[in-house]
C-alpha cells in the first residue's frame, strides 16, 4: 500500500477566441490560458494484489477521518473509487465513482498502457474549486489523478500514455500538466508556446446560477463574433502573459443566458484597484484582475455582501503535481 498526494490548479482563460465550427461539432480555438495559486487535493492511495487493508481517510467536519476497508482479490481487476469533500463552501455534487472525470483517467490509463493488475486506487479530492465555473477543476483533478497514478505504477510523468490520455480526456486536462501560461490552439489542446506567467492578485466571482457550456456554444453559434485578425496576430506574438489582451468572445452569450453575469462584470470593474475584469471561460464565473492583495480583498469582502461566492487568490506557475512525501 502507498499513499501520495498532489495538488490541482485552477486556471483562467486570459485570451479565448473562438472561431468558425468545424465539421463534428469542435470550434477552431485560440486561447491562454494561467494557472491560479487556487487549487483542489487529491489524495491517491493504492492497494495491490492480495491486500486488505483498512484506510483512514479525511471526510469532512463533522467526521474529520473516517475508516474504509479495502480488499483487492484475485480477479477483482483494477478498482477505482473516489470520495469527494466539498470546502469553501461549494454547493455539494453527487458523482458516483465511474462518472467522476478523475476516476476515468486513471482507467483510461491503465488501457493506454496495457496494465491489467489486480489493484484499488482510492482518491479523496477535497474541492476548493467550484464547479461549472470555466476554471478547469474537475480537468485539473483529473490531470493530478494521471500524474498519481503513472508515480503509482513506476512510469515517468512525461511518458508519452500520459500526454496521449490528457489529450483525449480534454483541452483543459492536457494544459495542467503543464501549467503556468501558455498558448494553445487547434480545439484549444495543441500546446503553441509557453509565456511568462502573471503575479497579480485575482479574485473569483461566482453567482448561484451556471451556464452549461453546451448552450454557451449554442448561443455563440447563432450569432457569433470572431475574434480580429489583428489581435489574433498580437496573442500569438505575446511571449508574457502581461502582453495578453483580456478577451473572450463567449463572454456574451454567457451573460446572455445568464444576465446577472453582466452585473457582476459591471460591479466588479467599477471596484477600487480593479485593473481587468472578464469571464472565466464560459461561465459562470467571473474573475478580476486587481492592483494589490489589499484591492482583492476589499472587492471579495464586497461581494460576499451582496452574495456572491467569491475567492481571492493569484496568477501563478504552478500545475498539476505529485507533493514531497514526508
Not at 261 to 272: R, T
Request: a negative charge.
Amino acid at each position: 500500500m502507498k499513499t501520495i498526494n498532489l495538488i490541482a490548479p485552477a486556471k483562467v482563460n486570459l485570451y479565448l477566441g473562438i472561431g468558425e465550427r468545424q465539421e463534428g461539432g469542435y470550434h477552431n480555438a485560440l486561447t491562454v490560458m494561467h494557472a491560479l495559486s487556487m487549487h483542489d487535493g487529491v489524495r491517491m492511495t493504492h492497494v495491490g494484489a492480495g491486500e486488505h487493508v483498512t484506510l483512514l481517510e479525511p471526510c469532512d467536519a463533522a467526521q474529520p477521518l473516517r475508516e474504509v476497508k479495502v480488499d483487492v482479490d484475485a480477479g477483482s481487476g483494477l478498482q477505482v473509487e473516489a470520495t469527494v469533500i466539498w470546502r469553501e463552501g461549494i454547493e455539494p455534487l453527487d458523482i458516483p465513482s465511474q462518472d467522476n472525470l478523475a476516476c476515468k483517467a486513471v482507467h483510461a490509463l491503465a488501457q493506454e498502457l496495457g496494465r491489467e493488475e489486480d489493484e484499488c486506487i482510492r482518491l479523496v479530492i477535497e474541492k476548493h474549486i467550484p464547479h461549472q465555473t470555466g476554471l478547469g477543476g474537475g480537468s485539473a483533478d483529473a490531470a493530478a489523478a494521471l500524474l498519481g497514478a503513472a508515480h503509482l505504477w513506476g512510469i515517468p510523468a512525461d511518458h508519452e500514455a500520459v500526454a496521449h490520455v490528457a489529450q483525449q480526456l480534454g483541452a483543459d486536462v492536457r494544459f495542467f500538466l503543464h501549467g503556468g501560461c501558455m498558448l494553445l490552439q487547434g480545439r484549444g489542446d495543441e500546446p503553441v508556446a509557453t509565456l511568462a506567467p502573471r503575479r497579480d492578485s485575482v479574485v473569483i466571482i461566482r453567482p448561484e446560477g451556471g451556464v452549461s457550456t453546451a448552450e454557451a456554444y449554442r448561443t455563440f453559434d447563432e450569432s457569433p463574433v470572431y475574434p480580429e485578425p489583428a489581435q489574433l496576430e498580437a496573442v500569438r506574438a505575446a511571449t508574457e502573459a502581461t502582453q495578453v489582451p483580456l478577451f473572450n468572445n463567449l463572454e456574451a452569450p454567457a451573460q446572455k443566458l445568464l444576465p446577472e453575469l453582466a452585473e457582476i462584470a459591471q460591479f466588479a470593474s467599477q471596484a477600487p484597484g480593479v485593473a481587468d475584469v472578464l469571464l472565466c471561460g464560459s461561465g459562470s464565473g467571473t474573475f478580476a484582475v486587481c492592483e494589490s492583495h489589499q484591492a482583492a480583498a476589499a472587492l471579495s469582502s464586497a461581494a460576499q455582501v451582496k452574495g456572491y461566492w467569491t475567492r481571492t487568490t493569484s496568477f501563478s506557475p504552478v500545475r498539476a503535481a505529485l507533493l514531497p512525501q514526508r
